[in-house]
Nanobody
């Protein structure tokens, strides 16, 4: 699984960004795709997850109401839009993906992926200025 994250940048508090996670050489059909973020020296935090087959989603409490995870019609890119950005959203954002089939809900998948995904990319830096 090769994923490419993009879309990060420097944004002011209250602004918004849309991050992209692109699949290279495959599509996300029937995959669970999750977004994580990490501040240096801290543990990677699960932010959101989508089951592409049925569109079921999960959001961490830290972004609930401010974030939307979605996929394009080709199902080769998953987006994470975050609004009302806060300085505490500053982190490197990563995505991960795996085929689990219908048995894994997105709240389960985001935990399992964090523990077992081994193809982490370079991520995309999001910096929110106060």
């Amino acid at each position: 699984v090769h994923l490419v994250e993009s879309g990060g940048g420097l944004v002011q508090t209250g602004g918004s960004l849309t991050l992209s996670c692109a699949a290279s050489g495959f599509t996300f059909d029937d995959y669970s795709v999750a977004w994580y973020r990490q501040v240096p020296g801290t543990e990677r935090e699960g932010v959101s997850c989508i089951n592409v087959s049925d569109g079921d989603t999960y959001y961490a409490a830290s972004v609930t109401g401010r974030a939307t995870i979605s996929t394009n019609s080709a199902k080769d890119t998953v987006y994470l839009q975050i609004g009302s950005l806060k300085p505490e959203d500053t982190a490197v954002y990563y995505c991960a993906a795996k085929y689990y089939g219908p048995a894994m809900t997105p709240d389960q998948a985001i935990i399992n992926l964090k523990a077992h995904f081994d193809s982490w990319g370079q991520g995309t830096q999001v910096t929110v200025s106060s």
